[in-house]
């Protein structure tokens, strides 16, 4: 199924991150997304990244999704690149200047650390993602606390969104039986034909809503005591997920200690290690 | 012993200048199958709406007259409470479907409702078998057909073990012969648990078959009523109303106009066959005779 | 009939699969000769849509070849093909998107570049020969449901297509007005239209249909008159199919010397008067 039309991309495989529990697949995403985010010079950034694809291939998930988004990979890198030039922090020693344009060694160093911070955090983001079912993913914040409205809303979102997908492509489809052409025409003109598809699409819209809420309510949803009701659905978290969410959380309770107390991963404790 | 009843009931939706349903007066009893017909825009969704307290809970509007569910006035009550007693299915199976599993939306109702996981199973188990989608737990609603959602929302309601069961044409999307099942399961469900139906329909040979009273509501007013032999064979009565009659009985009303058939028309197909075949064999003991 | 002209429709061992990998349709051969009027009937699944949608350009063949008018859809735009076959939607809600009427219909020939009185000119013609005048200033949407399938049914018509095809003409509405919309449609086949309808309805396909085609799984398991095919109870069965209520009627009453060729009431009123005076 694309994931376009649905929103969703989970991949089955047979594989050890797969058979962990929801709420383990996020605890390895937030913790070290946290510490890829926290750490501010690039060496440490880079070991998180391994980290973080080591966990995907542990995933026996298919390198191809991470090609798929590669564009944006490089997009983003150039762009980062390009602020790292432009901006001048004062700091470090020059290594290049054109003009106002300049290079300093800092820049450089956080240049590459932001990368391998975006580098990790989306690995991480796709690594959940692909290994992991929409009902376990949602399952996985309640247990990690998330309020069951917030969850709920989140995946009536996804869903109605499909549900308007497939309206707008069938409303796509009758209008281009009545001579639209959605293929001609300039970037601007293609775009103003889209106002023609925008009108059913409301209406049709705005049923699809009224429907969905009748039908929720018919089956006695209640916002207000929304968090009593029971949860047919559970996860059961094993040894290996405790041991795992438990050695992630010490790795980083400690990780941030030496980060905000003792300095570690930053520009100067990373030059100071340097002999 | 009635298990609902209108009492001179109005509804406007605020934003609307009319009236949408006028004066209904309506009395169903426990047990009943109560067949709803009638042209699109009559009121018939409004009507179904006001049984579980959508109207007037959820949506603005003004109300005069009563509605009486299950002994409870539901104006003094709200739509959590009268779901305990009220299941609902309504017209479109696309929008209708919020979960993103069959398992998913069938055990949405029941964990509202509190009740313990085993409870859970067993009645999702239950309602799926009813109407053959037991082997789709893990389907995404983009994996099933029309009448396949239109199966799981009609499950989505059983499983709620509501004393009425509330269908807004729930055989659009199906076949001939799944429209059969559909009233078949419907019907049975009302002889093994007491459950009173009131169903939208306009598929007259089924409703023929299985209903016991039948309604017409037009511009929000009940204009026709009675037992579903009585209502169905009245071809004059009905002649401009839009109600499109069983064939069988479009028939038999062309013999009843030549003599050839004394009293209350045949609504089934069953029921046809017979009174043919009486006629054919009265012919022909007379033809013997003289 | 013109039964030595060139069919408006050829189907050559058409398969098609959807880029998700199902299987919708599986070498369906067809010939469509002008000015029939055919019913294309079937479960949700089994490729009725799927066909019909081949026939404007919304679907290309992944296999064999699809001719309208003698021309391979996959060497046309689907605008080029939507002056040949025209395509109401289920739900008119979909299209909807003008301010009146008269600009609802105007939609398709402006998209097609005509000039302003040609337009003008189609517009006039589609609201009389649908019966809307009086909805020509009036916002689509303020319609109600049959009207706004009268609208969509005019809207198609003003592309001036050779083929009409309807999808569910009369779902939602009730007899007065689906006898309506059919008897419109059975005027434009009279006029020289090929009508293809999509629809559940078997009595509705016996009564106005002069060709029933059946699909099944992707592949067309029955094709003929009505009344032929309305024999054929054990194969429309394993599709969820069956023939009309008239004409189980008459199944049954076979042994009594009743003709199961049976498929409207007022046959069946004569076929009876046949039988019992013969007794």
């Known amino acids: ?275 | ?290 | 009939m013109k039964s030595s002209a060139p069919p408006i429709i050829k189907v050559e061992g058409l398969s098609h699969t959807y880029p998700d990998g199902t299987d919708a349709l599986e070498g369906v051969n067809l010939e469509i000769k002008r000015g029939e009027f055919i019913g294309v009937i079937g479960q949700n699944g089994s490729g009725k849509t799927t066909l019909v949608k081949h026939f404007n350009g919304l679907l290309k063949p992944t296999k064999g070849t699809v001719l309208v008018d003698s021309v391979d859809t996959r060497e046309k735009t689907i605008a080029y093909l939507s002056t040949k076959v025209g395509y109401v939607f289920q739900n008119p809600d979909h299209q909807i998107s003008q301010e009146t009427t008269e600009a609802e219909l105007a939609f398709g020939p402006r998209n097609l570049g005509l000039s302003p009185a040609e337009i003008d000119h189609r517009v006039k013609e589609a609201l009389r020969s649908v019966g809307i005048e009086h909805l020509a200033a009036r916002h689509p949407l303020l319609t109600s449901k049959a009207e706004r399938q009268m609208i969509a049914i005019a809207s198609i018509l003003t592309m001036k297509p050779e083929v009409i095809i309807v999808d569910e003409p009369t779902t939602g509405q009730d007899k007065k007005q689906s006898r309506q919309t059919m008897k419109m449609l059975a005027d434009l086949n009279a006029a020289g239209h090929t009508v293809i309808i999509i629809t559940h309805d078997m009595s509705l396909a016996a009564e106005y249909t002069m060709r029933v085609i059946v699909f099944h799984k992707g592949k067309i398991i029955l094709d003929g008159a009505p009344k032929s095919v309305f024999r054929e109870t054990e194969i429309l069965r394993e599709s969820g199919l069956r023939p009309p209520q008239i004409t189980r009627l008459t199944q049954m009453l076979q042994p009594f010397g009743f003709s199961p060729d049976v498929t409207s009431v007022p046959e069946m009123y004569d076929e009876f008067k046949r039988v019992y005076g013969r007794s």
């Open chain 1, 1 to 275: 199924m694309s994931f376009v039309r649905t929103f969703i991309l989970y991949i089955p495989r047979d594989s050890f991150i797969h058979r962990l529990d929801p709420a383990t697949k996020l605890i390895i995403m937030l913790t070290l997304s946290i510490q890829a985010l926290v750490i501010a010079e690039p060496i440490s950034g880079a070991v998180v990244f391994v980290v973080s694809m080591l966990f995907f291939l542990a995933a026996n998930l298919p390198l191809g999704v991470l090609r798929a988004t590669l564009k944006y990979w490089v997009a983003t890198m150039v762009i980062i690149w390009i602020t790292y030039t432009y901006s001048y922090s004062g700091q470090g020693s020059v290594l290049w200047q054109y003009g106002w344009l300049r290079l300093t060694d800092y820049s450089v160093l956080l240049a590459f650390t932001v990368m391998f911070r975006l580098f990790s955090v989306v690995t991480l983001a796709l690594l959940l993602y692909c290994s992991t079912t929409q009902r376990d993913i949602i399952a996985g914040f309640r247990k990690l606390g998330m309020p069951y409205l917030l969850t709920f809303v989140f995946a009536l979102a996804i869903r109605t969104l499909s549900v308007l997908y497939s309206d707008y492509n069938r409303i796509r489809e009758a209008q281009m039986a009545r001579a639209l052409e959605m293929e001609k025409g300039r970037f601007f003109e293609r775009l103003k034909k889209h106002v023609y598809l925008m009108g059913p699409l409301i209406v049709t819209a705005l049923s699809r809503v009224e429907a969905m809420s009748a039908s929720i309510e018919s089956r006695a949803f209640r916002v207000k005591k929304a968090g009593k009701r029971t949860f047919y659905y559970v996860t059961h978290m094993r040894t290996v997920d405790y041991v795992i969410a438990g050695s992630l959380l010490l790795e980083t309770v400690a990780f941030l200690v030496l980060r905000y107390l003792y300095g570690y991963f930053t520009v100067p404790w990373l030059l100071s290690m340097i002999p």
């Open chain 2, 1 to 290: 012993m009635n298990i609902i009843e209108f009492r001179d009931f109005w509804w406007k939706y605020e934003s609307s200048t009319d009236w949408i349903l006028r004066g209904v007066n309506l009395e169903v009893e426990e047990g009943e199958f109560l067949a709803v017909t009638g042209p699109s825009g009559s009121g018939k969704t409004t009507l179904c709406q006001c049984l579980n307290g959508i109207i007037p809970h959820s949506r603005p509007g003004v109300i005069k007259g009563e509605v009486y569910v299950s002994g409870i006035r539901v104006r003094d009550s709200n739509v959590p409470q009268l779901c305990e007693h009220v299941g609902m299915m309504f017209q479109d199976p696309e929008s209708q479907f919020i979960g993103m599993s069959v398992e998913e939306e069938v055990v949405f109702g029941p964990e509202n409702l509190g009740l313990s996981r085993e409870e859970i199973e067993r009645r999702m188990l239950w309602a799926l078998k009813v109407v053959g989608m037991e082997d789709m737990l893990d389907k995404a609603p983009y994996e099933l057909s029309g009448g396949q959602k239109q199966r799981v929302a009609i499950a989505s309601a059983l499983v709620m073990l509501p004393k009425i069961l509330v269908l807004d044409e729930p055989t659009s999307e199906l076949d001939p012969i799944g429209k059969s099942e559909v009233f078949s399961i419907v019907s049975e469900l009302r002889r093994d648990r007491k459950m009173t139906i009131v169903m939208v329909e306009h598929e007259t040979e089924e409703v023929a078959k299985y209903a016991d009273r039948v309604v017409l509501l037009r511009e929000g007013t009940i204009t026709a009523s009675g037992s579903t032999q009585d209502f169905l064979s009245d071809v004059e009565g009905l002649k401009d109303t839009g109600v499109e009659l069983p064939q069988v009985t479009r028939f038999a009303h062309l013999l009843a106009q030549d003599g050839l058939i004394l009293g209350k028309l045949p609504i089934t197909l069953e029921d046809a066959r017979d009174r043919i075949i009486q006629i054919l064999q009265n012919g022909k003991n007379r033809a013997v005779r003289s």
